[in-house]
């Protein structure tokens, strides 16, 4: 332990006036054990700081095959190790010069122990969530409708939210929002996304009663649908799929639905490609449109992302490719489309690399660092940096 006259001594080997420190002086020793394995650090931004005042969680998820990331309760972090050349201590309680008090005129001593010491810590960097997985693990036991008499249904390979939460790399906002994307609906305290059968079955059947009773799309009553179709389908699975398609309102007291006709259209046309490998376009065109609901327009823009249009084949075909197939890391997937089509126009690749743009990113930005650009016919088209095995 330095005494104070210790203290002057090594301020006037260093050349340092008293006047001009702080009247507190730390002296710091290593304490019993001392170790840099006791120890991790993370560096926080000040909203993570402000989550953590607040009195909310910081969670590590991943499974043991996957890298940990670090989740709030709405946003999801990569864990980076970063080195630095500079020993770090861990001294508690030890008050930094802006939180020492002035009240001291006098030069005084205070001891404090260091209880650990690293020359690395924990870089966050946000991320976007892995929710692919989601979907893979709901369709380990797809919901196909209530059992039929004598049957059974599967109960294994169920999940609930902290089931979800435990496996999936994903804070818990961003796993709710996905599983309203993916159509997904509690039952029996399980998360369920429906086999794409019976939610077309679902969806069928609505629109085939807004047909029936020459009622607007805009305007679907709520209990009427349940009471008609109630002999066809639990009620809770009508309002469910009223709830995917449609906008829920409320006039007079009464409950509404307004279907969404892009969404509505969507899932027909996804129900048509998946007969086929390829559809004659025009044909396709004219098949999807006869098979909405009479007021609704079909429109190719409808199904960005999901299918694609090749306008080169004679005649021009269509095809189902949907993003959510498609490799989550951003190299594997721009690899991947370019073993399916040599050249993309930049209207074509778009839908199949939005998602992969971090905040302030644009897929210029994307398509700028992992492909190259060429003009081919007076149009603009990308193809692969490096070549690419087929």
């Known amino acids: 332990m330095r005494t104070l006259e210790e203290v002057r001594a090594t301020l006037e080997i260093a050349k340092l006036k008293e006047e001009d420190l702080q009247p507190t002086v730390r002296c710091l020793s290593f304490g019993e054990n001392v170790s840099s394995a006791d120890y991790c650090l993370m560096e926080l931004d000040d909203t993570l700081c402000r989550h953590v005042e607040a009195g909310d969680t910081l969670v590590i998820r991943g499974d043991k095959d996957e890298r940990a990331v670090l989740c709030s309760r709405n946003k999801t972090y990569d864990l980076k190790v970063a080195n630095t050349s500079n020993l770090l201590l861990f001294v508690p309680r030890c008050n930094t010069a802006d939180r020492l008090t002035s009240s001291q005129d006098r030069l005084h001593v205070q001891h404090a122990q260091i209880w650990g010491f690293c020359n690395s810590y924990w870089e966050l960097r946000k991320q976007r969530p892995k929710l692919k997985k989601l979907k893979k693990l709901l369709m380990e036991n797809p919901y196909e409708g209530p059992p039929l008499g004598g049957q059974v249904e599967v109960t ?3 999940y609930t939210m902290q089931d979800l939460l435990e496996r999936i790399q994903a ?9 309203e994307t993916i159509h997904a609906c509690q039952i029996d305290g399980f998360w369920r996304v429906l086999d794409f059968d019976y939610e077309m079955k679902l969806l069928g059947h609505v629109t085939q009663l807004v047909d029936s009773e020459s009622w607007s799309f805009n305007r679907v009553p709520l209990q009427t649908s349940l009471e008609e179709l109630a002999p066809l389908e639990p009620k809770e699975m009508v309002e469910h ?15 509404f639905y307004v279907l969404h006709e892009d969404k509505v259209c969507l899932a027909l046309a996804l129900m048509l490609l998946q007969k086929a490998v390829k559809f004659n376009l025009k044909e396709f065109q004219e098949v999807w449109q006869q098979s909405v609901p009479e007021g609704m327009s079909t429109r190719l823009d409808q199904l960005k992302g999901v299918a694609l249009v090749d306008r080169t084949s004679h005649p021009e075909t269509i095809s189902l490719l949907q993003v959510e197939d498609l490799p989550e890391d951003t190299l594997e997937r721009f690899n991947y489309l370019f073993t399916l089509r040599e050249k993309w126009t930049e209207e074509d690749i778009t839908p199949y690399i939005q998602d992969l743009c971090g905040e302030k990113q644009t897929t210029g930005a994307l398509l700028t660092k992992y492909a190259r650009s060429s003009t081919q016919n007076g149009v603009k088209v990308f193809n692969s940096r490096r070549p690419v095995a087929t």
């Open 156 to 158: 294994e390979n169920r």
């Open 171 to 179: 804070s818990e906002e961003e796993i709710k929002d996905h599983l």
């Open 241 to 255: 799929c009223l709830g995917c398609y449609g906008k829920r309102f409320t006039e007079n007291d009464k409950v």
